[in-house]
Every structure is written in structure tokens, then in C-alpha cells.
């Protein structure tokens, strides 16, 4: 009864009252959709998905060697390499696409290209992540016998490793590619 009386006393009951009125308002506006307005919406859903879909394939090319030097099986250096490869995908996974993109329109200005990098910025961490977990996850046994066909290092990455990740790094940037567009 006291937490009831408590929140009574600081609800502002002319918002409750009001709010039935505000939600005809804006239903009686939503329905029957203005049809007339759709012609002003194609060109900023063409940017929408251009930022989304040039941001991801930056954060893809960019995310794919770090993958590789974050993951224990494929980094040249496990105590130096891999913590850098570690710092940039939970930095990039730690600032949010809104900080990004108020940093980059502060620095090159409001547009597609402020989005566009602030999409690839964020997307990074994310895609860099999973891939190297997907990486680390392969199966040795398809590594080991390319290497004892005599394969050099190029040739076990391309016949041994990439075969076995690129199912999850199409999941994976499409998956991404699915999180930027919204």
C-alpha cells in the first residue's frame, strides 16, 4: 500500500489522463497510411542501405585479418599479436554505433560517409569475434593432412582453415549485414 501511495503521489495524472487522447492522435494520422508520402522515402532508404551495406563490407574486410590474429591456431604471436587483435575487437565491440557516429559527424560532418564508417567501426568487433572463435573451433585433423601433403603456410590456410570457416563467415556477415540495416 505504501509503494502504491508512494508512486501516486509522483504521477503526473494529466499525462495518464491525456494519453488515450494522444493515442487516437496518432493512430487517426497512421491509419490509412498516406500513400502520397512514399515517393519522399526512396532516396534516404537507398543511403540507408548503402551505408549498410558499404559498412559492412569495410567491416568485413578489416574484421578478417583480425580474426586470423586474434585466433590461438592462425596469430603469429600469442603474447603480442593476439592482445592487440584482442584490444581492437572489444574496443570497437565496446563503443556504441551512436558514439561513433556523433564523433564522426562532429569530425567530417553529418552524412552517409560519417555513417558508413561509424557502421564499419562498430561492425568490426562483432564480426572480428566470431570469426576467430569459428577459426579456433576447426577441425585439426583436415589441417594436419594438408600439411603432411607438403602444403607451405598459404596453402594450409587456404585448403586447411578457409574451407571449414567460410559457412559461419557467411552466417556471420550476413547475419551483420542483417544488424546494420536496422
Known sequence: MYCWQRVSESTTWFFVWDAPRIAADIGSRMIPPRW???????VP???TLNIATIGTMMAIVMAVPVAFLAAR???????????????????SRSINSL???????????????????AISLRSIGFIAKLLYEAIEEIDKNQVEAVTASGANSLQILIYGIVPQILPAFAGISVFRWDINIR
Open 45 to 47: 532508404l537507398w543511403d
Open 99 to 117: 558514439i561513433w557516429s556523433l564523433l564522426l559527424v562532429s569530425i567530417i560532418g553529418p552524412g552517409v560517409v560519417a555513417g558508413i564508417i
Open 36 to 42: 502520397s508520402y512514399i515517393n519522399e522515402l526512396w
Open 73 to 91: 591456431n592462425t596469430t603469429p604471436s600469442t603474447k603480442f599479436v593476439r592482445p592487440i587483435a584482442l584490444l581492437i575487437i572489444v574496443s
